[in-house]
């Protein structure tokens, strides 16, 4: 349910013993990424809307799994919950379970979900699973401590129908993760980290400006980044730096985004020459100055109201790339290659966001597999 780009389905398949027998995605670019990925075959259901199953026409199955939209429980939104359209989709899982009873449903949501409205939310989730018969247990897991170098903390919830269940698939721990080291503050989209830690949560809010991926400072011997060519590509100047008055970011026309790369030393009156290793002092924030990440030898103007960061040393800042968004929710590289074959920057950015990652499905997936042999090897005996 609501599948995305199928990090569900990655991380079962890897976890092994599963297999897909349909999926819904409602989004027409997420789905193409989806049967690009995966290639359903004619035997595999395909739902677009979800409020429009017929269970009757559901074929049987043990899991149901799905991420239903988070957006108005996030504590990044307004939070609106079941008065939100969106919000009410969990129902239709709960519609379809009670229908078809599956022996597990497999959950996925922001953390935001347990407090939202002082509780009340999460209470009617559980109220509801339990009147159709399924037990239910939580977990907070954090991407980095499963062998992802991104700090995303999401709410995965197990509900299960056979008592047995209870407390040999959750609680599932992963390995130590490295920190998020924030070198420069201020808003999300113009903080700045050390790329030596792990990314901040990847959002699907991309506005085809980079999806507030976070802003990483690179040491200087890997290659500079031109942004309009998709890839790392090292430039001798800076594309022309343009400005839309009335945004805050970066434009969105493919001609205008700009590479970035290293100046030596800015001033508020233009540039002087400094030497090797000197501090840059760096424009970021504000509608005239987040326009790009200035280059080599030139800085475009600065003004007296800038906000200045500092790169220390020899080290530039850039945005993650589509590519290394999608690397931190644990994909494959062919996966990857096809998913940004046919989208846009933009559309990649959002997948990415909007995905679960495969890594923490992979070790929740094998508990379950093995949970279900162990009880069905018990029924047989």
């Known amino acids: 349910m609501f599948a995305g780009i199928g990090g569900f389905r990655t991380g079962l398949t890897r976890a092994g013993g599963f297999r897909c027998v349909g999926h819904c995605e409602i989004d027409k670019y997420a789905n193409a990424s989806y049967e690009a990925i995966y290639e359903p075959g004619k035997e595999e259901r395909y739902y677009h809307d979800a409020t429009k199953i017929d269970p009757a026409d559901l074929p049987d199955f043990d899991l149901l799994c799905g991420g239903f939209p988070c957006q108005t429980f996030s504590i990044a939104g307004r939070r609106k919950g079941f008065d939100d359209t969106r919000g009410t989709l969990f129902f239709e899982i709960a519609r379809l379970a009670q229908s078809k009873r599956p022996s597990y449903l497999l959950l996925e949501n922001v953390p935001g979900l347990l407090s939202h409205d002082k509780g009340r939310t999460f209470s009617v989730i559980l109220a509801t699973l339990n009147d159709l018969g399924y037990r239910v247990e939580w977990m907070v897991l954090n991407s980095k401590h499963f062998g992802v170098p991104q700090s995303r903390r999401r709410l995965f919830l197990i509900c299960y129908l056979d008592p047995r269940c209870a407390g040999k698939i959750f609680p599932v721990f992963g390995t130590g993760g490295k920190a998020l ?26 506005g085809g400006v980079g999806g507030k991926t976070g802003l990483y400072i690179i040491p200087q011997d890997r290659p500079f980044v031109d942004l309009c060519a998709g890839e790392a590509r090292q430039t001798e100047a800076a594309r022309c730096l343009t400005a839309r008055y009335g945004q805050t970011t970066l434009s969105n026309h493919r001609a205008e985004r700009s590479g970035v790369l290293l100046i030596k030393e800015a001033t508020k009156k233009g540039y002087k020459e400094a030497n090797p290793g000197d501090s840059v002092d760096l424009g970021f924030s504000g509608s005239n100055t987040r326009r790009g990440r200035v280059g080599q030898d030139i800085a475009h103007t600065l003004e007296t109201s800038c906000i200045q960061g500092i790169v220390e040393r020899g080290g530039r800042i850039r ?30 950015y959002k997948q990415a966001g909007n995905s679960v990652t495969a890594n923490v499905i992979e070790a929740i997936g094998r508990r379950i597999r093995e949970v279900d042999a162990e009880l069905k090897a018990g029924a047989a005996a």
């Open 319 to 348: 945005r993650l790339m589509p590519r290394e968004c999608l690397r931190l929710h644990g994909f494959d590289e062919w996966q990857i290659d096809r998913i940004l074959a046919i989208q846009s920057d933009a559309q990649a």
């Open 181 to 206: 080291i924030q070198v420069l503050g201020g808003s999300q989209g113009s903080r700045v980290y050390d790329a030596d830690g792990i990314a901040c949560t990847q959002t699907a809010g991309a």
